[in-house]
């Protein structure tokens, strides 16, 4: 609880924390005109650094670039492990949880402790890692490093506590899971194979043991060598010499045969009698050509040989292919009987698994489902069905369907959105799946307390736009809005977006969404803003289409003013720009010389078309193509339901649209917005015909940031790291902090913004050429010196506006009552107020004009302005105001006429006691401010950073207070309270930053953010206390109590002619007392974090459930101690009752029945 006083004399303003602000106006503003009278605020802040902590929640989506699987038949959980060292484990709907190891290591293989609550990951970097699962957030309990070999397969037994390791040498070692250290006994190559034998046979790519017995080991080596190795006699049973290198095998449960994959694109069949050849040979895919000789094909990569009771064995497969048909789509092989079904899937095949009612290996298996991870997607086929469906996906894996080109994150939404569209959404899924559960339902998982509606909106590359329920920590799909619908589909090779090469000329820009009134405004790449209305009804609809010539004439050189730091803030002059009915260069007053290029990008529909329920565009506004140079990208935009206005900007200029008349109100440059307050010095030129156009650029600035990595998808998934301009770049990135030099930040923010911005603290030439590696040796080239020096450097970029936001204020300084405003920000830092007058009456409101006139009111920060936000005088947030929701296209009652419901939130509202006027709230890159309204005094001033600059920054509600959260481009996450602008939290909690994350950066109130942490999957995070420490109840349990199920009795005939497995002692063999210990340099331990000396100190932490865990289980064993005592009771019981029973039967046997 704290109050603060500002007392606006006029003299230095302090910010609070002890930095010393600039003259009231700015911290980078010029002393006022007038002293502005003494203004005391009473404001009680009740946020402390101790609400606020920054930890990361959940991850939606497919992992990226996936590697290995694993499945627990027992707890049905699943295990995707990835390239960058993130498995991600996955239960039932619910439960989806994210680890991470910290070295990056790609995952090479996943092995499950099949129902003991643990997971065993091989990385690239030669390291075994045991995580413990028994925990809502995993953790690793051991690593073993190996030092002289590398690890390339891993097997581990069913209820073993012995994992055996293959590794590039040929040798196989033996991990005690438990110590996790190495066991003495090894078994190597030279050893494995015959002594005759001259080559080496290659990596282990098989281990596994015999169904039929435990002591018998089969190692397979790729050369195509295979090895039965007996592990107590310490020898090899048979070895079989095979002329094609073998990528799998595959056990028959009974033990008495096998059969291999091969490079060939062949399957061999092996029995153990005869191991000499290959009992049968088959080429699923390779038909006999007319010379008589086998096709080639693709080599097989992996075969699973399942029987089952009721039907032949299955024996399923990926690859195999014929070489001749190319272009086909990989396919897995499904062959049953004689029966061969090939299923083509979308993406190449990383790892698939054959799911089975039974964990023993030495049992009829029955397979009922497969699972197949693909590059970019995860499917499980039903096997019990003979046309084999595909169960349907509770997971949301298809977030990058198209990629993601910006993000939206909204919480605590109107609770009746979300049903609403998900009925909607619900009548175009897709149908022939099967009918049956999703066979991966383990763990557990419940709706938590502090939960409440939240919504996720993400634009894509192929104009699409998908609203997701994001509530509880889940994801999934509501509705889909396919924006491209609007267009008539371009013709290849014609139009304007032909000429400049766009791809994908319907990508999302950015979206601005009003979940109260359910007005949707979606940016594109073509410069164009479609605006969409929501209704529960189909409609025949025409769509209306506006056309904005929005373009600086003049070139404009701006150049800092010797009083940059100090420019005057004054009242509109005689000068100043009067208010625009409607702009002169709207569509209907185009120059004859123009004409022939003012056309848009993009071609709108001209018919009625038939849209069904949803969202339904009913404005489309497009930039038009002037003197052969195609429109800017729109930097930012607004929209405003109450006031039926939306307002757009770009790096010509600003347009304010009456979406209601469908008429343009304002198109006026961002030179002319400022009148007589410009404070900078501005020389007009003559335009130069022959240069390459910044707009040009301008038009390619989110194709660059996505396009170029979208070819790589299509050509390589491998290869896409980063969604930036280049491989160079993203490497120039990594190399160096984001701060570290202007090209960067530079970079960043032409991909971000889409235009080529100046900032007016950043003096260095721009050329005209947008090579990167120039770009960025002319910037290093250039002192961040902010001395008037270096004002007479050339300049060729223009100021675009970089933030919007309409909302109640005071337009004029001398305003009595507040009124419609729209706040315009540039990138050079400028803060402009335009006042509207817009009729209150409905029906005025639809033939009246709203007045619109820039008042030349100027504020400055240092940088882009970001962010604008509202509070009043008590610090409570002012909500803008807005319509409520009404379906234009519902049945008309003539008792309730539909008008328009507006709700105002005007400041003067909740202004009892503190008096008249708001405080505004200003984020730009590098500065926060708070002004009071309407004198237009600064009260506080922080510096955010000086070194780095704010991506994005949000004033969000969270713990019954406000606060403004920035994400900063050096991995900064920063909290400051307001109005007072106290710094509560700086983390470091990004090292890196690309532009991916940069421009899907979303904070939102409640506590929470995302961010797209890889192409393919979706990073929520926490910046509360609160939230962190309810996070173990939100999230799902990965481990719940299962009995293993028993072995099947094989019967005696069976058993004693089918050779009843010896008893196996594994310890026995593999223990120190008879095998000794491994080499110490072969092999390194690591404790890890949630190891068993970590369960001594942290009981209530994340090892903690492993100690109630292993408490659990000893107290388990107890009662199955005393139950084993009364058991034996009951017997003497029962043998003592049957001695008895034995004796009187022999005592009344002889007496007939009357001697009783």
């Known amino acids: 609880m704290k109050k603060f006083r500002k007392v606006l004399d006029g003299l230095t303003t302090s910010s609070p924390g002890g930095t010393i602000g600039t003259p009231s106006g700015g911290s980078a503003a010029g002393t006022p005109t007038a002293a502005p009278t003494p203004k005391e605020i009473d404001v009680q802040e009740t946020l402390i650094s101790e609400n606020f902590q920054l930890c990361k929640t959940v991850r939606h989506g497919f992992p990226y670039q996936p590697t290995a699987l694993a499945f627990d038949p027992v707890q049905k959980i699943l295990a995707i492990g990835s390239r960058s060292g993130g498995v991600r484990i996955l239960g039932r709907p619910g439960v989806d949880c994210y680890c991470q190891h910290e070295s990056g290591a790609a995952v090479l293989q996943l092995q499950f402790l099949i129902n003991e609550g643990a997971l065993v990951t091989a990385c690239a970097d030669d390291t075994l890692h045991l995580w413990n699962l028994r925990q809502r957030r995993p953790a690793v309990l051991h690593s073993l490093k190996f030092n002289r070999e590398r690890i390339t397969f891993c097997h581990l037994p069913f209820q073993s506590k012995w994992l055996y390791v293959g590794t590039e040498r040929g040798n196989t070692h033996i991990v005690n899971i438990e110590s996790f250290v190495l066991s003495g006994y090894v078994i190597m190559w030279n050893k494995a194979i015959e002594l005759s034998t001259k080559t080496h046979p290659g990596p282990v790519v098989h281990l596994s043991d015999s169904p039929k017995d435990e002591g018998k080991l089969l190692i397979g080596f790729e050369s195509g060598t295979v090895v039965q190795w007996d592990l107590r006699a310490k020898k090899a049973d048979f070895r079989i010499y095979y002329d094609e290198a073998i990528h799998s095998v595959s056990w028959h449960h ?26 049968q040979v088959t080429f699923p895919h390779g038909k006999i050509q007319k010379d008589g000789r086998k096709e080639s094909c693709k080599p097989i990569l992996k075969v699973e040989y399942k029987t089952s009771r009721s039907s032949e064995p299955f024996v399923i497969f990926s690859g195999g292919l014929s ?87 909204f919480a605590d939404c109107p609770p009746d959105i979300i049903p609403i569209l998900y009925s909607i959404g619900a009548k175009h899924k897709k149908t022939g799946y099967s009918q049956k559960e999703w066979p991966v339902s383990g763990g557990s998982w419940t709706l938590g307390s502090h939960t409440y509606p939240e919504i996720i909106i993400t634009g894509h590359a192929d104009g699409s736009v998908k609203f997701w329920d994001a509530s509880a920590f889940t994801l ?63 409609s025949n609809t025409q769509i209306v289409s506006l056309e904005v010539r929005l373009q600086c004439d003049s070139e404009d050189i701006i150049t800092p003013s010797e009083n ?80 039926g206005l939306l307002a757009f900007g770009n790096c010509n200029g600003l347009a304010v649209v009456d979406y209601l008349q469908k008429t343009v109100l304002l198109c006026i440059s961002t030179l002319d917005l400022y009148g007589a307050t410009d404070p900078y010095q501005r020389l007009t030129r003559s ?155 409905h029906e005025e409101r639809m033939e009246d004009s709203v007045t619109v006139g820039p008042s030349g009111a100027v504020q400055m920060l240092k940088g882009s302005v ?3 936000a509202f509070l009043d005088c008590s610090g409570a947030l002012i909500q803008c105001p807005y319509e409520v929701w009404r379906d234009q296209n519902a049945p008309e009652d003539s008792d309730r006429p539909r008008r328009r419901k507006l709700v105002h939130f005007s400041p003067s509202s909740s202004q009892d006691a503190c008096g008249e006027g708001h405080l505004t709230v200003v984020c730009s890159e590098r500065q926060a401010k708070v002004f009071l309204m309407p004198s237009q005094s600064c009260l506080f001033v922080h510096n955010i950073t000086e070194s780095s600059f704010v991506l994005r920054a949000d004033v969000v509600s969270v713990c019954n207070s406000v606060c403004l959260a920035c994400f900063c481009a050096n991995g900064h996450v920063m909290m400051l309270s307001l109005p007072s602008l106290r710094p509560l939290m700086d983390v470091n909690y990004l090292p890196l930053t690309d532009m ?146 034995h004796e009187m039967m022999l005592k009344c046997k002889d007496k007939k029945w009357y001697q009783f």
């Not at 359910?518 to 479609?530: E, L, P």
């Not at 002037?626 to 339901?641: A, F, K, L, M």
Request: glycine residues 6%; aromatic residues 8%; hydrophobic residues 30%.
């Open 323 to 409: 070489y001749d048909k190319a272009g086909r789509r990989p396919t897995l092989t499904i062959m049953h009987g004689k029966a061969i079904t090939v299923l083509e899937m979308d993406y190449p095949i990383v790892e698939f698994m054959v799911l089975c009612e039974t964990p023993y290996i030495n049992e009829v298996q029955d397979p009922y489902a497969v699972v197949v991870l693909l590059e970019k997607d995860l499917i499980v086929v039903d096997l019990t069905q003979s046309n084999f469906p595909v169960f349907e996906n509770p997971y949301p894996m298809d977030v990058h369907e198209s990629p993601v080109t910006c993000t939206a994150y």
């Open 996 to 1141: 991916r994350i940069a421009r899907t950066f979303y904070f939102t109130n409640g506590g929470q953010a995302l961010y797209l942490s890889s192409p393919t999957e979706i990073q929520r995070i926490t910046y509360t206390q609160e939230m962190c420490d309810n996070l173990q109840e939100m999230l799902g349990e990965l481990f719940t109590p299962i009995e293993t199920p028993e072995a099947q009795n094989r019967g005696f005939l069976k058993g004693f002619f089918g050779g009843n497995p010896q008893t196996f002692d594994r310890e026995e063999l593999f223990g120190e007392a008879a095998a000794g210990k491994a080499s110490r340099s072969l092999a390194q331990h690591i404790p890890g974090q949630g190891g068993l000396e970590g369960m001594k100190v942290a009981a209530g932490g994340a090892v903690g459930e492993l100690a109630r865990a292993r408490i659990a289980l000893d107290e388990r064993g107890q009662r199955l101690g005393e139950l084993e005592e009364r058991t034996a009771l009951m017997m003497t019981s029962a043998e003592t009752f049957s001695k008895h029973a």
């Open 564 to 643: 940059e730091n100090n420019p005057c803030f004054s009242e509109p002059g005689p000068h100043s720009p009067q208010p625009h009915h409607q702009h002169p260069a709207s569509p209907g007053s185009r120059t004859p010389e123009g004409a022939k290029d003012s056309i848009p990008c993009l071609k709108v529909k001209d018919r009625v078309v038939r849209v069904p329920p949803g969202y339904q565009s009913e404005l489309v506004i497009q930039l038009l193509w002037v003197d052969g140079e195609p429109p800017p990208q729109i930097t930012s935009v607004d929209i405003n339901s109450a006031y």
């Open 687 to 841: 335009p130069r015909r022959n240069r390459q156009s910044t707009s040009e650029f301008c038009m390619r600035g989110l194709s660059n940031f996505y396009s170029d990595s979208k070819k790589r998808i299509r050509t390589s998934y491998q290869s896409l790291t980063e969604l930036t301009d280049n491989q160079q770049s993203t490497d120039m990135d990594r190399s160096k902090s984001p701060t570290s030099g202007h090209a960067s930040r530079r970079a960043m923010l032409q991909q971000l913004h889409g235009v080529t911005m100046y900032s007016h603290d950043e003096h260095h030439t721009t050329t005209t050429s947008y090579c990167w590696n120039e770009r960025e040796s002319r910037e290093n080239s250039f002192s961040r010196s902010r001395s008037s020096s270096v004002s007479s450097i050339d300049r060729d970029t223009k100021e675009a506006v970089t933030t919007l936001q309409f909302g109640e204020s005071y337009g004029r300084k001398n305003d009595v009552l507040p009124g419609p405003c729209l706040w315009v920000g540039t990138s050079l830092g400028v803060v402009l107020l335009i006042p509207m007058s817009i009729p209150i009456d």
């Open 254 to 279: 009974e033990g008495k045969t096998f059969m291999c994959s091969h490079s060939d694109g062949s399957l061999t069949l092996w029995n153990l009698r005869n191991t000499t050849k290959p009992f």
């Open 476 to 538: 999934q799909m509501l509705y889909k809005l396919k924006t491209s619908k609007v267009f008539e589909k371009p013709k290849p090779g014609e139009g304007r977006a032909a000429e400049l090469g766009e791809e994908d000329p319907f990508a999302v820009q950015m979206v601005s969404w009003c979940p109260q009134s359910r007005i949707f405004c979606v940016v594109g790449i073509s410069a164009h803003i479609i605006l969409y209305r929501f209704s529960k009804y189909d």
């Open 866 to 868: 970001l962010r604008f």
